[in-house]
């Protein structure tokens, strides 16, 4: 099956100037030589996602996750290596990104929309969907500006996933929302999943990338450190013992069932019950 998403050695690197004036010397004047240190945020980056699979990537702050994420969704340009996608990206990557303050919650819908890739016409088809899911009310129409970070949240979040991508790219935004949805969007992205969507999911907390993205076989667990990227490995050598504990408690539960279920069978065929 031909990769949804592929990344060959990819590596990211910035320049960090000690002051602003070193900065305005080296663009003025390069023959005067560098000024500036490179820094490498991500090095030798290797991932090939096939269509319906999902992706954890679990690490701390400053690990370089965001920093993938823009690369794989074309918002910032590798340093080495190439990114490869086929099909509609959507993403969620940073509270209010791509939004204008002072539009209207439905005016940066439309607007977000058609940078989505969408059509006027599946902008507006959809609207009626974004605005019942988003659930802010008569907020819909008023500017951004008076939005909680986590209305603001909600409109993103209903917005990327108003149609159904090839690709749904989720950063940490979904922590800013509350509770109730949360686990709304974690529906919606069970769903999307099970019709094929490609799923990639970035996360500090060990539980929000368990529940949306531990699928057996399909799932892969990248791990970053502090400017480097892990090998890609299997689930519990990423997410340690404690998760293995757990999981190893809930299969024993669901296999007693099993068996109480296959005993209790058996008596019934016996007694013809």
């Known amino acids: 099956m031909k990769p949804v998403l592929e ?52 690490g701390h702050n400053g690990a370089g996750k965001s920093t993938l994420l823009k690369l794989i969704t074309g918002t910032a340009k590798p340093t080495d290596g190439s990114v490869h996608s086929d099909g509609r990206i959507a993403a969620i990557l940073e509270l209010g990104m791509g939004f204008h303050p002072e539009f209207t919650g439905r005016q940066n819908a439309w607007m977000s929309g058609q940078l989505l890739g969408l059509s006027a016409k599946d902008v507006s088809d959809a609207m009626p969907a974004v605005e019942a899911f988003a659930e802010v009310g008569t907020y819909f129409d008023q500017p951004l500006r008076v939005y909680s970070s986590g209305m603001q949240v909600r409109l993103a979040f209903s917005v990327a996933t108003a149609v159904r991508p090839d690709v749904l790219i989720v950063d940490e935004a979904l922590s800013v929302g509350d509770t109730y949805f949360q686990h ?27 529940t949306v993205v531990v699928v057996a076989a399909l799932l892969s667990v990248l791990a970053l450190t502090l400017a480097a990227l892990l090998a890609a490995g299997p689930l519990m050598r990423v997410l340690g013992p404690k998760l293995e504990a757990m999981i190893t408690r809930v299969l024993g539960v669901l296999l007693a069932a099993l068996a109480a279920q296959f005993v209790m069978d058996g008596i019934k065929a016996s007694f013809g019950i």
């Not at 070193?22 to 490179?38: C, D, F, M, Q, Y």
């Not at 919606?188 to 368990?210: I, Y």
């Open 7 to 58: 990344l060959c050695n990819v590596g990211k690197a910035y320049r960090r100037y000690p002051n602003a004036r070193a900065r305005l010397i080296e663009t003025v004047g390069p023959w005067l030589g560098k000024r500036h240190e490179t820094v490498w945020v991500l090095r030798n980056v290797n991932l090939v996602v096939r269509r319906g699979e999902s992706v954890g990537i679990v």
């Open 184 to 210: 709304k969007c974690t529906a919606r992205m069970r769903w999307f999943r099970d019709q094929g969507t490609t799923m990639l999911l970035v996360s500090r907390s060990q539980g929000v990338a368990q």
